[in-house]
């Protein structure tokens, strides 16, 4: 971390001084798109929501905001995302178009993402994502960091103390000038995670103490930006990671040490220029990410390693008023480390992205995407996708549209590569999904309030379903076992006060998911027309934000549904409410301001598991101080 930071604390000696010395006057580019209007397939999520301070991780922000399920196996452990009814590794990740998905094993860990890092996210439910890449059957979530060149310089500290032994600490140091802006950001975490539980699985549930789940996180973010011309950007992003947590037992389990490290470094470099009507951008990553993982009771070390090089070329244009085009190539090459299981092995993937937007008239818009997926000495792919748009005559903020395409997730290097189990005869998965959706702007309330809103409906087929089942010979085996027919509906509205001086804020994100396995087994197979294990059926959650004259009150509470947790639905975990409440108050002075913030987390003290036998936190509190000064 040392040798890291010397040449970034050096660059910035440099950039302030060439604050003092360099008067030289550059004219302001515009170097993002014209915002639009949110679609019902695809939701942004800015700071002020992804860096509340109550939301510890990328999982917890994202549960809280958006339509979409992360399985949480307590504080500190890992939390997976999965999006309509499907699966944690059909879910994609995206930074800044570069995917983190593990090759080995398909899945993102959210528990490792720290919010602070992100300027904004974006959520892609389902054939959105193909924009970015496929195999998010359920859609896709992209991580994004932005030039702000508007943005004064600033150094901002950030100190968060909670439950549980709860130390957060965060650091952004901003300077630069109207050409080149540097942005660091770093970040500490620790806690023990020694809360209390009720043990349902011993007689009259005694009270317990989590043990043996203790937490430390550090991390780097470096980006600087360049303007080599007015309409031309040069970007780097270097991300390091590094997470060292015991891993507490199950509430079924005795008491025993079960230990995970993970590290992480990723350098993405990125090019854009602003062309008349259009854009053309490149970008490229490297990433090496290792995993060290050691059970006590069952003598188990294993470290694995992951090494990717993707790149991405991207070309927007727009011709006159009506046609607009959107090209991307994506190449990816993924090599794992000899480990105690896997042989080293490699994967090279190329592909191939054409949009094209027509717009007939002021009333009909058609879109058709075709991206051609090509898995080197494996196989290709033609993945396409129709979007038909209806604007109604005299009505500006109100569209209907309709959708159906068809994607593909490949089988991870586990899948088919794992010894024992991995199965090189596997076939990929194949989704057919159609959808149709609605979005609206209005001012109610003498227009004194705005109310944005959207739905979406789809039903989606998924084929050759990959699920790990047990053999005659003693472990597990990958096969294509499962068809699986999912639809549901979701839903959002953000109603938002205009002019009074208590600033409100309403946001309400509600989920319908059902997720059904079709397909047989075998002759007494009891999954067949049932739920998904870990699928909600019904979720929901509400944000209302009050402000006014630097005092902030905001309130979070989510629904969440009954969980099955056996394929035959005979066993499930009941619904479980939450809230969360947190008081602000801002002060400040000419160049320096002052927030200081108290949240309690879980108000009324709610009992509840996420995962069956993980015991979750009950009511704990959070203090936060964030400090900022503009030199």
């Excluded at 602070?116 to 959520?123: K, R, T």
């Excluded at 770093?186 to 043990?211: H, I």
């Excluded at 402000?547 to 066993?571: I, V």
Aim: hydrophobic share 35%; proline share 3%; charged share 20%.
């Amino acid at each position: 971390m040392r040798i890291l930071l010397l040449p970034i604390l050096l660059f910035s000696a440099t950039l302030i001084k060439s604050q003092v010395m360099d008067s030289v006057n550059i004219k302001s580019v515009e170097v993002e798109a014209t915002a639009v209007k949110e679609k019902a397939d695809v939701q942004q999520l800015d700071s002020n929501l992804l860096h509340q301070a109550e939301n510890k991780d990328l999982g917890e922000s994202l549960q809280k905001h958006a339509n979409l399920f992360v399985k949480s196996y307590g504080m500190g452990s890992m939390a997976t995302v999965s999006m309509r009814g499907t699966n944690s590794s059909q879910t994609k990740i995206y930074w800044n178009d570069i995917q983190l998905n593990s090759a080995l094993n398909g899945i993102v860990d959210l528990a490792l993402f720290p919010t602070f890092f992100m300027d904004e996210a974006e959520v892609n439910y389902g054939l959105s994502s193909m924009k970015l890449g496929s195999g998010g059957l359920g859609g896709a979530i992209q991580l994004k960091n932005k030039a702000n060149f508007s943005e004064s310089n600033h150094i901002q500290l950030q100190q968060d103390i909670g439950s549980f032994g709860l130390y957060n600490s965060q650091l952004k140091i901003s300077l630069g000038n109207h050409r080149l802006k540097s942005q660091t950001k770093l970040f500490r975490r620790q806690a023990d995670n020694d809360f209390e539980y009720l043990n349902f699985n011993k007689a009259n549930a005694p009270q317990e103490k989590v043990r043996n789940a203790t937490l430390r996180q550090e991390g780097l973010m470096q980006s600087f930006y360049y303007r080599l011309k007015e309409n031309q950007l040069l970007e780097t992003h270097l991300w390091y990671y590094r997470s060292d947590r015991n891993l507490p037992p199950l509430m079924t389990s005795i008491e025993f040490k079960e230990h995970q490290e993970d590290d992480a470094i990723r350098l993405l470099i990125g090019y854009k220029k602003y062309l008349s009507k259009g854009q053309f951008s490149i970008k490229s990553a490297l990433t090496n990410q290792s995993v060290f993982y050691e059970n006590e009771r069952t003598s188990t070390a294993s470290l694995t390693q992951t090494a990717n090089w993707y790149n991405v070329v991207g070309w927007k244009q727009r011709f006159g008023k009506k046609l607009f085009t959107n090209f991307r190539l994506n190449t990816a090459y993924n090599q794992i480390n000899p480990g105690a299981e896997v042989n080293q092995i490699d994967r090279k993937q190329l592909s191939a992205f054409q949009l094209v937007d027509y717009e007939f008239t002021s009333k009909w818009k058609a879109e058709v995407q075709l991206r051609e997926e090509l898995i080197l000495n494996e196989g290709s792919f033609f993945l396409p996708t129709a979007e038909l748009t209806f604007k109604p005559k005299g009505t500006e903020d109100l569209s209907l549209y309709a959708k159906a395409g068809k994607n593909l997730k490949y089988p991870s290097l586990n899948d088919l590569y794992w010894q024992p189990g991995g199965n090189p005869n596997l076939q990929a998965e194949e989704s057919i999904t159609a959808e149709i959706g609605l979005q609206n702007e209005l001012s109610i309330f003498d227009k004194s309030y705005t109310l944005n809103w959207q739905t979406a409906l789809y039903v989606s087929s998924i084929d050759n379903y990959i699920q790990w089942q047990p053999t005659a010979f003693g472990y597990w085996q990958a096969l294509n076992l499962k068809e699986v027919a999912t639809q549901g509906v979701e839903v959002r509205a953000k109603l938002k006060s205009q002019k009074a001086k208590l600033k409100k804020e309403l946001r309400l994100n509600y989920t319908y998911t059902s997720s059904v396995n079709k397909a047989s087994n075998h002759a007494i197979d009891h999954s067949v027309d049932q739920q998904l294990i870990y699928i909600p059926e019904h979720q929901y959650n509400i944000n209302f934000n009050l402000s006014r004259k630097g005092y902030s009150l905001n309130y979070n509470f989510q629904f969440m549904g009954a969980r099955y947790t056996t394929s035959d639905n005979e066993s499930f975990l009941p619904y479980y409410t939450l809230s969360d409440l947190s008081l602000g108050k801002a002060f400040k002075w000419k160049d320096q301001s002052l927030q200081l913030s108290f949240a309690v987390m879980n108000v009324f003290d709610t009992e509840y598991q996420a995962i069956e036998w993980r015991p979750m936190p009950n009511r704990n509190y959070l203090f936060t101080l964030k400090y900022k000064i503009q030199p």
